[in-house]
């Protein structure tokens, strides 16, 4: 059992919060892991980069000149890869990086991504992170009291909340997610991970039958 500690939206810490990590992932597999972010990375490629063949090369396909008593080296289209200009023998194409796991590994990825955060002490709790307008001066102070000033921070919430979005989003190296929406890479990334009580709690409850249900 890790008693996570708690702080109100002053950034005072008022209490703590008791988890089970073993409850939500028993163990961390770091190859897993690894294959969970690595797949996640490639999914966000482009995949537009694109360099002309020979074929998408403006010009002739005559041949340059005839083919002996000219002492020049034999050649043949000026669009050949060989020479200046000409389109490349390789050349590269649109293509789609994105692939899928299995959704079980994914989500025990997740699992022990958060698993893990909270035995690495990691892990904060805030409680009534309630705004009713949009105050980015409020998480700021807040975030500074906590001592996660200038570190790379995820604040966890319930449910979409747009005003502690819009009041985050212009605070260099934060992030704000919907506690449903997490996943191993925007997990690890950070420093410090923040969650509302009400996100911790649904942590605790659906991950916890999750496992169980394994």
């Known amino acids: 059992m890790v008693s996570l500690p708690v702080y109100n939206t002053a950034g005072k810490e008022v209490g703590k919060y008791e988890i089970d990590p073993d409850a939500i ?3 961390v597999n770091r190859q897993l892991l690894h294959d969970v972010v690595i797949m996640y990375q490639a ?3 482009q995949g537009s980069r694109q360099t ?3 074929a998408d090369v403006a010009g002739s396909t005559k041949k340059m000149y005839r083919q002996k008593g000219t002492g020049n080296a034999r050649a043949g289209s000026k669009r050949s890869p060989i020479r200046r200009g000409g389109g490349h023998a390789f050349a590269l194409k649109p293509r789609d990086y994105s692939y899928r796991l299995p959704r079980k590994a994914v989500q025990l990825a997740t699992r022990m991504a958060i698993a893990g955060k909270i035995r690495d002490n990691q892990v904060g709790v805030i409680d009534g992170l309630k705004l009713e307008t949009p105050k980015t001066g409020t998480v700021a102070r807040m975030l500074k009291e906590i001592g996660v000033e200038g570190k790379s921070t995820l604040i966890a919430t319930a449910a979409h909340d747009p005003v502690v979005y819009r009041s985050a989003r212009n605070i260099e190296k934060v992030e704000v997610s919907a506690v ?4 191993a ?3 690890l990334h950070p420093r410090k991970v ?6 911790l709690d649904w942590v605790k409850q659906s ?8």
């Open 25 to 27: 992932a028993s163990s």
């Open 43 to 45: 999914n966000q490629r």
């Open 52 to 54: 002309k063949s020979r």
């Open 180 to 183: 449903a929406d997490l996943n």
């Open 185 to 187: 890479l925007v997990l």
């Open 194 to 199: 923040l969650f509302t009580r009400e996100a």
């Open 207 to 214: 991950m916890t039958e999750k496992k169980k249900a394994e």
